[in-house]
C-alpha cells in the first residue's frame, strides 16, 4: 500500500497541471487555518484545487513540496488504521523537507471513515498549509465542526454561476448590453435548460444528458446509499422523484409517505425524514423555509425544494424540460444561493417565491417567465404586495426572463428585471 500512495505522489507531480477558467470563489492560500470546499459532486472543486497549486507555484513553491491526494482513486483503500502511510510514503520520498514547508491537498477525503482526527493530527503536528474538499454538506457543518474546531475555514462550491458560466464560455460582460445582449440572451436560454456543471459545457446535447443522468446515480448511491447505508433503494429512488418533479412547491414528506404506500412500499415515515435530509446533505437539492421572524417557526415550517442544477432537474423530471417557468425559479433561487444570500418563501393568503435577507435587509422578489398574461401578471403582482406589506417595504421586484419595466401597484413600487441582466456581474 505504501509503494501505490508513493506512485501516486509521483505520478501527481509530475502531471501538468491544467489551466482553468477562474471561479468567483476567492480561497486563500496563506490562511493558517485549514481550507474546506465543500459542494456537489463534479462542481468543480478538483479543479479549484489545480488553481490553487498552480498559484503556489507560481510564487515560487516547488512541486515536490506539494502532496495531493484524491480519495476516490481506485487504487487506494484507506480507513482510519492506515491513514499514517501518507505520512511515511511522503518522508520516505523526500526525508529533507521540512513538513511545515509542505501543502497538502486532500481530494473527497469524506469518504475515509475516521479522516477528521487524521487531518486535525496533521495540522496540529505537521503543516499548517492544508486544502481539503468533501461532497457532503455535513462534512462541511456537522464532522468539520465537531472535529476541527477553530482549526478550519470553509467555503462551498457550487456549479457554475450565471456569470462564470458567460466567463467560461468567452463572453465579454463589460460590453453589455451595447454589443453582447443577444449573445448573453442566447447562453441564458442555454444556461436555463443545460445547466452549470463545468464538464458538460462543450458536450453534445446527448452526451450531456446522459453524463447529467450518471451524476445523478452517483449522488444517488455513493453520497446517500452507501453513505448512510439506505437498504430500501427503490423506495429512496421513489422519492427523489417526487422532489425532483414537486420542484419550486412545498414538499410534503406525509404525502409522499402515502404515495410511497398506496405504490405498495413498506416504508415508515421516519426514513423519509431522513431521505429528505441526505439528499440536502449531499446537495442533490436544497430546501428553503417558510419566512418568519421567528427562527424556531422558520424551523418548523414546510420546505420549498430546489435542485442543485436546472441540467440535473430537466434531465431526470423530463416533464421539467419544457416547463421554462419551472426551470428559471430553480435558477434564480440558485443564482441567489451562490450569492450568499439567506433566502426564504412567503405564504400569507397569496405567496410570493423568495424573500431575500441581505444584511439586515429583507427583499420580496417573484419569478415569472413573462408578465404578458393578465391573469399570471394579477396573481404575481398580489403576492408580492402582499409580503411586501408583510415586510413594511414599499417596494419589490419581479425577475422574468427576458422583460424589463417598473411599475406601480397599489402603493408599491415594483421592479421588473430580466434575470440575465439582474445575475450579471
Not at 23 to 46: E, F, M, W, Y
Not at 134 to 155: M, V
Not at 323 to 333: Q, T, Y
Request: glycine share 4%; proline share 2%.
Amino acid at each position: 500500500m505504501k509503494d501505490i500512495i508513493k506512485e501516486i505522489i509521483l505520478e501527481n507531480q509530475r502531471t501538468d497541471l491544467p489551466v482553468v477558467t477562474k471561479r468567483k470563489v476567492q480561497v486563500p492560500l496563506d490562511a493558517p487555518l485549514i481550507i474546506s470546499l465543500v459542494g456537489a459532486r463534479r462542481s468543480g472543486k478538483t479543479f479549484l484545487l489545480y488553481d490553487l497549486m498552480r498559484s503556489l507555484m507560481a510564487y515560487g513553491i516547488v512541486r515536490d513540496k506539494i502532496l495531493f491526494i484524491n480519495f476516490e482513486d481506485e487504487r487506494l483503500i484507506f480507513d482510519a488504521s492506515n491513514l499514517d502511510l501518507i505520512i511515511q510514503a511522503y518522508s520516505e520520498l523526500y526525508p529533507d523537507t521540512p513538513w511545515k514547508e509542505v501543502y497538502l491537498f486532500f481530494d473527497e477525503i469524506q469518504n475515509v471513515n475516521g479522516w477528521e482526527k487524521f487531518v486535525r493530527r496533521l495540522y496540529d503536528s505537521k503543516t499548517r498549509h492544508i486544502f481539503i474538499t468533501g461532497s457532503n454538506s455535513r462534512f462541511l457543518s456537522t464532522e468539520i465542526a465537531t472535529e476541527l474546531r477553530g482549526r478550519t475555514i470553509s467555503y462551498t462550491v457550487y456549479p457554475l454561476s450565471f456569470s462564470e458560466y458567460l466567463d467560461f464560455n468567452g463572453i465579454n460582460k463589460a460590453l453589455y448590453p451595447q454589443r453582447s445582449k443577444s449573445a448573453i440572451i442566447h447562453y441564458a436560454e442555454k444556461f436555463l435548460t443545460n445547466g452549470g456543471f463545468p464538464e458538460t459545457l462543450t458536450l453534445d446535447q446527448d452526451t450531456r444528458l446522459k453524463l447529467l443522468q450518471q451524476y445523478f446515480n452517483v449522488m444517488m448511491f455513493r453520497d446517500i446509499v452507501e453513505r448512510y447505508e439506505v437498504s430500501n433503494v427503490d423506495a429512496l429512488r421513489f422519492f427523489i422523484k417526487k422532489l425532483f418533479a414537486g420542484v419550486t412547491k412545498t414538499f410534503s414528506i406525509n404525502k409522499a409517505y402515502n404515495d410511497l404506500r398506496s405504490m405498495g412500499y413498506k416504508i415508515s415515515n421516519k426514513y423519509l425524514y431522513s431521505y429528505f435530509q441526505y439528499c440536502n446533505d449531499a446537495f442533490l437539492c436544497q430546501s428553503i423555509s417558510r419566512f418568519d421572524y421567528s427562527e424556531i417557526k422558520q424551523a418548523k415550517s414546510d420546505k420549498k425544494t430546489y435542485i442543485i442544477d436546472t441540467g440535473l432537474l430537466a434531465s431526470i423530471e423530463f416533464a421539467m424540460s419544457g416547463n421554462k417557468g419551472k426551470l428559471l425559479e430553480n435558477m434564480v433561487f440558485l443564482e441567489l444561493l451562490k450569492s450568499e444570500k439567506d433566502v426564504f418563501y412567503f405564504r400569507g393568503h397569496h405567496e410570493c417565491d423568495f424573500i431575500v435577507k441581505d444584511g439586515e435587509s429583507f427583499t420580496p422578489v417573484q419569478v415569472a417567465w413573462s408578465l404578458e398574461d393578465e391573469s399570471t401578471r394579477e396573481r404575481e403582482l398580489r403576492g408580492l404586495n402582499e409580503a411586501c406589506n408583510h415586510l413594511g417595504t414599499s417596494t419589490g421586484t419581479i425577475i422574468c426572463f427576458d422583460q424589463e419595466d417598473t411599475m406601480t401597484y397599489q402603493g408599491k413600487t415594483i421592479r421588473v428585471v430580466p434575470a440575465y441582466k439582474h445575475f450579471l456581474k
